[in-house]
């Protein structure tokens, strides 16, 4: 009797690829491994430029510093789905020629970073406001080219922002900061950090007005006082924790309210910090003698 002949003519790629393949496999590959399969044959490029149109979160750190600009331009140009888009490690060369189409087609972003892309400008900024509404989280940290007119485009076009990282903007001032708190009260995660222009003024107007603030970060604000930080203890309840590091002119008697509370805070009370200053002089190390 013979043997009923097996059927072994299946292949990865006969799979479905939008049912399957893409959402069941490619989704849970590494960004750098999904590019890599381009290069096994036509068939696998076709399957990587689907999976690109339609996947909703791109990361160029997975891609480290070595993504291409040219690659970058056309690795999205066929996405409009996008939630998330970190081009954190394309600040070398990334302006705003290429990163207008991408914002322009994709209107559902939830989530942008674009930390330390010094090259691109304020129409970068003004085009995220007006393509997306539903925007929550961006992160601008050292963008100097952010300035007080793009940010309230920002403000007044998205409504949502729950997180903002204003990290060295420093074009920015208490007006801008004060605009934000105004229009944006559900902010929750706010950074103006290492922002000389920034005083009492801004701190005290997102305290009054961010009821539901939990982290916030003054590292070198060094026009930051005791009284804003006050207001903040007073208004922010939800607070979890305050970066002041560097701010010469906040002390414990602000700090000690929120340090009642259990808020985390980037400084030591003063009783550990002389004593690390004094190790660090000295080479002493305090010690209790457990001897009897």
């Not at 399969?37 to 909703?56: G, I």
């Not at 004094?278 to 002493?284: K, R, S, T």
């Amino acid at each position: 009797m013979a043997k009923d002949k097996i059927n072994c003519g299946l292949h990865l790629l006969d799979l479905p690829w939008e049912d399957v393949l893409v959402p069941h496999i490619l989704s849970y590959l590494p960004l750098r491994h999904i590019i890599s399969l381009q290069r096994v044959s036509k068939t696998f490029q076709s399957l990587v430029q689907l999976y690109l149109a339609n996947c909703r979160s791109f990361d160029s750190t997975q891609l480290g510093s070595q993504l291409p600009k040219s690659a970058f331009s056309s690795m999205l140009r066929h996405n409009s789905v996008l939630q998330r888009l970190d081009l954190r490690s394309c600040s070398d060369w990334l302006t705003d020629k290429e990163l207008l189409p991408v914002i322009g087609q994709n209107h559902h972003l939830l989530h942008i970073n674009l930390n330390s892309c010094v090259q691109l400008s304020r129409q970068s900024l003004v085009a995220i406001s007006l393509s997306c509404p539903h925007l929550r989280n961006i992160c601008l940290g050292h963008c100097e080219w952010v300035d007080c007119l793009s940010l309230r485009s920002l403000v007044d076009h998205c409504k949502h922002l729950e997180a903002v990282d204003l990290t060295a903007c420093r074009q920015l001032k208490d007006d801008a900061v004060c605009y934000l708190a105004q229009k944006s009260r559900q902010i929750k995660s706010l950074s103006l950090a290492v922002n000389a222009n920034i005083s009492d003024a801004a701190v005290e107007e997102t305290a009054k007005n961010c009821r539901d603030l939990e982290h916030l970060d003054l590292t070198g604000c060094l026009r930051v006082k005791n009284e804003s930080i006050k207001t903040l203890a007073e208004y922010c309840t939800k607070l979890k924790s305050l970066k002041v590091k560097h701010c010469h002119n906040v002390t414990e008697s602000s700090l000690g309210i929120l340090r009642k509370r259990d808020v985390t805070l980037d400084v030591e009370p003063p009783l550990q910090r002389a004593l690390v200053l004094l190790q660090d002089v000295v080479g002493f190390a305090p010690f209790i003698n457990l001897q009897i």
